[in-house]
T-cell receptor, first 109, second 111 residues
Framework: NAGVTQTPKFQVLKTGQSMTLQCAQDMNHNSMYWYRQDPGMGLRLIYYSASEGTTDKGEVPNGYNVSRLNKREFSLRLESAAPSQTSVYFC????????FGPGTRLLVL | GENVEQHPSTLSVQEGDSAVIKCTYSDSASNYFPWYKQELGKRPQLIIDIRSNVGEKKDQRIAVTLNKTAKHFSLHITETQPEDSAVYFCAASKGTYKYIFGTGTRLKVLA
């Protein structure tokens, strides 16, 4: 039982490049989330998916898109990366309690 | 809007002393209150949670208390150890899926 997994672990992008962060869970959870955490700061919700086929904006959705591919997988896409998107990105899944993945560290130059 | 205030933002205690972190929530419909511990460079991990039909819950050296009337809940860590040093986040939820997180408390346990 791997729980919540994320790829890649670390990524460096140049301004304007695009990339997709992948997240998968094997706990049969309906709900999945994407957060960003800037250094020394709390967790800010980017997007969430209450169930397969639905997605909703969180607190900081600008510059991001998401896809709930199936019940297991929830991806986050940066279409044109900006230095302000340098952060650690956490995926989580839940029935009620949220369980977090190990995170993706993204550096945008 | 919905809000969770968390205090203090930093807390230093001597090893063996107790630590208390407090959170206040704004939405009276909130009914689930988890606490997460995040070590440096790691993911947030659930350490304890409480539901609104319970006033207190304990797990070894960690306890959480809930006062629904005052809309606040607290994390209590007794006999602190150096490995308790981390950032702690509280959250409130209405039993649906979305959490409102507090801003975090950096706990330092001094040996």
């Amino acid at each position: 039982n791997a729980g919540v997994t994320q790829t890649p672990k670390f990524q460096v992008l140049k301004t304007g490049q695009s990339m997709t962060l992948q997240c998968a869970q094997d706990m049969n959870h309906n709900s999945m989330y994407w957060y960003r955490q800037d250094p020394g700061m709390g967790l800010r919700l980017i997007y969430y998916s209450a169930s397969e086929g639905t997605t909703d904006k969180g607190e900081v959705p600008n510059g991001y898109n998401v896809s709930r591919l199936n019940k297991r997988e929830f991806s986050l896409r940066l279409e044109s990366a900006a230095p302000s998107q340098t952060s650690v990105y956490f995926c989580a899944s839940s029935v009620e309690t949220q369980y977090f993945g190990p995170g993706t560290r993204l550096l945008v130059l | 809007g919905e809000n969770v205030e968390q205090h203090p933002s930093t807390l230093s205690v001597q090893e063996g002393d107790s630590a208390v972190i407090k959170c206040t929530y704004s939405d009276s419909a909130s009914n689930y209150f988890p606490w997460y511990k995040q070590e440096l460079g790691k993911r947030p991990q659930l350490i304890i949670d409480i539901r609104s039909n319970v006033g207190e819950k304990k797990d070894q050296r960690i306890a959480v208390t809930l006062n629904k009337t005052a809309k606040h809940f607290s994390l209590h860590i007794t006999e602190t150890q150096p490995e308790d040093s981390a950032v702690y986040f509280c959250a409130a939820s209405k039993g649906t899926y979305k959490y409102i997180f507090g801003t975090g408390t950096r706990l330092k346990v001094l040996a």
